[in-house]
Nanobody, 125 residues
Framework: RVTVEESGGGLVQTGGSLRLSCKVS?????????LGWFRRSSGTERDWVSC????????LYTESVKGRFTISRDNDKNMVYLQMNNLKPEDSATYYC?????????????????WGQGTQVTVSA
């Protein structure tokens, strides 16, 4: 059974930083999957934030977080991380990570699955 557990969210002021962590358990080979971070604000769809390939050679960021967020992974620990700096109120959302089950290589939310509960990030003005 595949489980995904996100952590590291919280309440920060504008300009602050958070580091999100995600543990993915139960995949046959963790290092054979692209991984992604996504977020959803209340009343909106889940949007992609960043994705990282199996060996970290291909990394994608949505335009609004470029230069502020950094995705990374540790294949030995089955972990993926999202370092978020210079946070803005518009970054407030529930953040999710997930593996790319279709191995599409992109960051299309429909390619990803095994969603966890997410971790809440709130950035105050």
């Amino acid at each position: 059974r595949v489980t995904v557990e996100e952590s590291g969210g919280g309440l920060v002021q504008t300009g602050g930083s958070l580091r999100l962590s995600c543990k993915v358990s139960g995949l046959r080979r963790f290092d054979e999957y692209n991984l992604g971070w996504f977020r959803r604000s209340s009343g909106t769809e889940r949007d992609w934030v960043s994705c990282i390939s199996e060996t970290s050679t291909k990394i994608l960021y949505t335009e609004s977080v470029k230069g502020r967020f950094t995705i990374s992974r540790d294949n030995d620990k089955n972990m993926v991380y999202l370092q978020m700096n210079n946070l803005k109120p518009e970054d407030s959302a529930t953040y999710y990570c997930a593996p790319d089950l279709l191995h599409g290589g992109g960051c299309y939310v429909l390619d990803f699955g095994y969603w966890g509960q997410g971790t809440q990030v709130t950035v105050s003005a």
